[in-house]
């Protein structure tokens, strides 16, 4: 299994929207290489000719009835939002200026 | 009238509706062990004493008017709730700082079943981070202390649960079950803790850690109370769709006719010996013999694939959470860091997101990052779910042999605080004997088989069984826990120290 690097580990970060300090990478660079050595071990029964299974319950298409149900107010949906403008969610600026 | 939080859920069910004590008498008594000892304890994160007294007080109306005929079995019990199912209007955090201060606008189905049941809800209970660990070390807002040994881990994910129960502040608790987050604090509690079918107990309004890994169930002192409760909670939801909506299997039937004449029992080969702490073994082999002096026949089953699961699952868990934990970016709800009109959307989220989880929710989520990178999909992710392929076969052919697989619920009994908190791989371990039934969606239970001779400790035994059979959980349960109660003369927590 490949060694993971701190560029690597750094652009999983970036991946995960984790904003992590130089210090906190390097650690987790080191611990992730242990687990995943160890995880690694899967690929030893895990042959071709297996199907993989991704839950454990056959299901397929579960549907309800297509009837109005009680759903949340406004007010209600807006209540843990850590900024409100105009009965909408106030997020920080989501393209660059120059744009 | 004996000490009120001593009694059972179904003999304190009686009280209420007999009329010997109002559920605000008893709710009250509960307030205050909670007030005695949770100072020591902390297994709770929040206790909502004034919702806890309205919801006994509408108990009492109801039977002053109505008579105890209107009364549903569980009305007027207490439970302490874990901190992961959502609860209107009450700090619902996951353990987590990125939730802190959020107040949930719905109750989860689990939560609004219990509420429609009488059962009054004393508060939310503490829990590693999105339940991830086998301690409560990892809760944002430090560990519970186990109530045998206050030095020592009450296991987790679900520690607060189990040690409420434990501790006596709440003869019922709801916990999780991802990868034993109910069985291993049961086990090093001395409690009984059930894993139901997965989609048997709906997950709507339980915030996901893994999805296809995830279900609620019961904690108690004994199992009549866990089948009592779990009667309540479980059963179809149209709001989860993968609840399953077939009968719910007679679980307090079972819990009232423990009987193991005749059934087949499998000792699973490679969950003992090695890693098994001597007295963990010594409780679970003196606890197989007495299954076999009951009229049980006990022969040994091999699941080849066990010894994989462990790996399969830290591959698959963190691979969901590292999707399900996505929604946590301080947009729509919850904490929201650095957002000072300059930054992008992106830097306000990773500031959030840093700030807001713990080492090992970041842990997981880069874990699962990887795992499920281009590249590395087919040989971690992959493969992972191919092993859960051949657990899932492995009990199969189990099932074919026996009724019912028994095994150690943890490989120890409870270990200090801090002593694993540093090496996430020997916190992984402790859930070794009870992911298989995660992976496969089975249900087990872990109940207390004794103390361990090198340190007077818990030790629980692990029951499975096939899907949508929770009843013969409850069915050997009963038999063994009456059989030893005969043998011991008095309950196990009846050892425990006083706090």
């Not at chain 2, 179904?10 to 709710?27: K, N, W």
């Not at chain 2, 702490?277 to 049980?296: I, K, N, S, T």
Request: net charge negative; hydrophobic share 45%.
């Amino acid at each position: 299994m490949p060694a993971i690097s701190p560029e690597q580990v750094a652009h999983l970060a970036a991946l995960a929207r984790l904003d992590l300090s130089e210090d906190h990478l390097g650690r987790l660079a080191a611990e992730l290489e242990i687990i995943i050595a160890s995880v690694a071990t899967v690929s030893q029964v895990a042959t071709e000719d297996i199907a993989p299974t991704s839950h454990p319950l056959p299901l397929t298409n579960v549907f309800r009835l297509d009837v109005v149900g009680g759903s949340l107010t406004v007010e209600q949906a807006l209540m843990a939002a850590p900024a409100v403008e105009s009965d909408r969610f106030r997020v920080p600026r989501i393209l660059d200026e120059e744009s | 009238m004996t000490d009120l939080t001593r009694m059972t859920a179904a003999r304190l069910a009686d009280v209420v509706a007999g009329g010997q004590a109002s559920a605000v008498e008893v709710t009250q008594a509960h307030l205050d062990r909670i007030t005695a000892v949770d100072h020591d304890v902390h297994a709770f994160l929040h206790v909502d004493t004034d919702g806890a007294l309205a919801a006994a007080a509408a108990v009492d109306t109801a039977r002053a008017r109505d008579g105890r005929s209107g009364l549903g079995p569980l009305a007027g019990v207490p439970l302490a709730l874990k901190d992961v199912l959502a609860m209107e209007g009450v700090p619902t955090t996951c353990g987590s700082r990125i939730l802190e201060g959020w107040l949930p606008a719905y109750d989860a189905t689990v939560t609004r079943r219990l509420k429609d049941a009488g059962v009054v809800i004393l508060g939310k209970t503490n829990m590693d981070e999105f339940a991830m660990g086998s301690s409560t070390e990892h809760s944002a807002f430090g560990p519970t202390h186990n109530p045998w040994d206050l030095s020592r881990i009450p296991g987790g994910s679900g520690g607060g649960s189990a040690a409420a129960v434990a501790a006596f502040e709440a003869p019922l608790a709801i916990g999780t079950d991802t990868g034993g987050s109910i069985r291993q604090p049961a086990a090093v509690t001395g409690t009984v803790g059930i894993k139901p079918t997965y989609g048997g107990v709906s997950r709507y309004g339980l915030v996901a850690l893994a999805s296809s890994l995830d279900q609620a169930g019961p904690c108690a002192r004994n199992v009549l109370d866990a089948a009592l409760l779990h009667a309540v909670i479980a059963g179809h939801d149209p709001l989860d769709s993968t609840s399953i909506d077939r009968p719910v299997p007679a679980v307090v039937e079972a819990a009232r006719h423990g009987d193991v004449r005749g059934m087949r029992v499998g000792v699973v080969r490679e969950l003992t010996g090695d890693g098994y702490q001597p007295g963990v073994q010594q409780r679970f082999d003196e606890a197989v013999v007495l299954l076999q002096e009951l009229g049980a026949q006990v022969v040994e089953v091999s699941c080849p694939h066990f010894p994989y699961a462990l790996a399969a699952y830290y591959l698959i868990l963190p691979s969901e959470c590292s999707s399900n934990l996505a929604k946590f970016d301080g947009m729509r709800f919850g904490l929201r860091v650095g957002d000072d009109g300059t930054r992008s959307v992106e830097e306000v989220m990773g500031r959030t997101r840093a700030s807001g989880f713990g080492e090992e929710a970041i842990r997981r989520i880069m874990l699962g990052t990887y795992a499920l990178s281009a590249g590395y999909y087919d040989a971690f992710y992959g493969s992972a779910q191919k092993v859960r392929t051949l657990v899932t076969g492995d009990f199969a052919a189990a099932f074919e042999q026996v009724d019912v697989l028994v095994s150690p619920t943890a490989p120890t009994t409870a270990f200090k605080l801090g002593e694993k908190l540093d090496d996430p791989l020997a916190m992984y371990l402790n859930d070794v004997a009870t992911i298989p039934a995660n992976l496969a969606g089975t249900p087990g239970l872990s109940l207390p088989v004794g103390l361990a001779p090198e340190d007077g400790l818990p030790v629980g035994l692990q029951v499975m069984a096939p899907v949508l059979a929770d009843d013969r959980l409850y069915r050997v349960g009963a038999a063994l826990e009456a059989a030893l109660l005969d043998r011991w003369g008095a309950p196990i927590l009846d050892g425990a120290p006083t706090l």
